[in-house]
């Protein structure tokens, strides 16, 4: 019972952190970035996450960052994962001044 609550906790952790970024970041400039890669593997805990590698230009220089998404489900981060497809486009906030700090608007179906 304690490792399934403790992966429950670790989600809500992870996404609440998720949700600060973005709320912090929900005025500063949007761009399109390019997926990489997007993989979803079992982590160590009941938390699994999913991996979103993307890159984006900012003035002629490339940028690069990862994604971390937390699932509770495995077939749900499966299948984020496989609507990400290398070279499809997203959406991202960059920090003015700060060009190398990034959070996606990454919207899935």
Known sequence: ???????????????????????????????????????????????????????YYLDGICYADVYKEPFLWQDSGDSYARQLEPRSEIKVRVKPGKPSVSVPCIRTS
């Open 1 to 55: 019972m304690g490792y399934v609550l403790g992966g429950i906790v670790e989600f809500f952790v992870r996404a609440m952190v998720l949700s600060a970024k973005a709320y912090r970041a929900r005025s500063w400039p949007e761009l399109s970035a390019e997926v990489m890669s997007a993989s979803f593997k079992p982590h160590q805990g009941t938390c699994k996450i999913a991996e979103v590698y993307y890159k």
